[in-house]
């Protein structure tokens, strides 16, 4: 298989495009052939050596999502069969054009979705979804979205309007604000927020997909009982929350992360996940814009661009025309 590889940590210098073995499947595992690969920025991470692969995950393959098409099932996996086109997650090893999932961290991708959605959405609509439900966002609820121009943020808005809830989005620039405000997600940029929040009545939900010191102004944007979930620390993994504030408001602030969890716990998120996003998937609801397609052997470029400020969407790997 094609796969990009880390030779260590560091810089652009200890990334390449390699062929490698096809990976040795367990007995939950099925073998994935992918054409496109969402790159995120983790990948980023555990190139810089500040996010370490858990144990069970390829040490020098990055990647944390796949789609495609099933060619192979481990020894006792039986959800799927060879031909299905399914999108999941992984621990690692997604940046490859054959990829080894768990049966049980996949959806099935419904047939008339394209190959390059089938690869832009798994990590952004897992994570969006699972944001929503630690908030337990519902019909009316306010909810803010920052870093909604990225690929969580705007599968999150989707899937919260979806839920019924109104969203906000918040974003960097007024240029990037106004093509978020070209997909109907409603957005201003971080100057405006205080003060869109508050004409909107205070928020139930804040999604931080950033971090540091943004957590004070969601704080402070927020109603009685409102929530918070930090999904990110993009932006620093420090604030100094006013906790007579959050008393005030029996406020609630979370934080989480997916990469780390069991094979239950995701398990369980994917089962969740199969119910309550499946007919929104089968019906075409979710689309993830995506942003740039680079060939495969341009990883590196394809890190430095998603690094970058003004994305709309997924950043991806073509493995097809990898060079
Ligand atoms: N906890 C988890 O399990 C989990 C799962 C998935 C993703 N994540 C994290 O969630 C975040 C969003 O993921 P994604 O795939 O949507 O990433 P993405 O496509 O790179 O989008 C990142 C968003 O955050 C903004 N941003 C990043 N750093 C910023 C900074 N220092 N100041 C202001 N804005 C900043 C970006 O704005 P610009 O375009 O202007 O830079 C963009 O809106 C990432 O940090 C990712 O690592 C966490």
Redesign the pocket.
């Known amino acids: 298989m094609l796969a990009v590889t880390f030779s260590g940590t560091g810089g652009n210098e200890i990334v390449r495009l390699e062929e490698r073995p096809d990976p040795t499947l367990s007995d939950f595992e099925v073998l994935v052939e992918a054409r496109y690969a969402g790159v ?3 990948d980023i991470l555990q190139r810089n050596g500040s996010y370490p692969v858990p144990a069970n995950a390829p040490a020098d393959i990055p990647g944390l999502e796949v789609g495609g098409k099933v060619i192979a099932c481990g020894r006792r996996a039986t959800r799927w069969r060879p031909g299905d086109r399914v999108m999941g997650l992984v621990s690692g090893g997604g940046l490859a054009d054959r990829v080894a999932a768990h049966e049980d961290h996949l959806l099935l991708a419904p047939a008339g979705l394209e190959e390059q959605q089938v690869a832009a959405l798994p ?2 609509l897992i ?1 969006g979804y699972d944001a929503l439900t630690q908030l337990s966002c519902q019909m009316g609820d306010i909810v803010a979205i920052r ?7 705007l599968a999150t808005a989707q899937i919260a309007k979806a839920l019924g809830a109104r969203v906000l989005g918040i ?2 620039s007024t240029a ?1 604000v106004e093509r978020v405000r070209q997909l109907r997600i409603d957005a201003c940029t971080h100057e405006e927020f205080a003060e869109r929040a508050q004409d909107l009545g205070g928020l139930d939900a804040v999604v931080e ?2 971090g540091g010191e943004f957590v004070r102004d969601d704080l402070a944007a927020l109603r009685l009982l409102g929530r918070i979930v930090v ?2 620390v ?2 620093g993994p420090q604030c100094a929350v006013p906790l007579n504030v959050m008393m005030g408001k029996r406020a609630r602030i979370m934080g ?4 780390s969890r069991s094979d239950a716990e995701k398990s369980t998120l994917f089962a969740n996940a199969r119910k309550q996003l499946g007919g929104l998937l089968d019906t075409q609801q979710l689309a993830m814009p995506v942003d740039r397609v680079f060939p495969a052997a341009r990883v590196a470029d394809a890190f430095d661009h ?1 690094a970058g ?3 709309l969407g997924k950043v991806l790997l073509d493995f097809h025309n990898a060079s």
Request: charged share 15%; no cysteine; aromatic share 0%.
């Open positions: 995120n920025p983790a990590e952004a994570t870093g909604i121009n990225g690929g969580v943020g974003g960097r990037i997909l950033i999904v990110s993009a932006g989480t992360v997916l990469r998603l400020p003004g994305k």
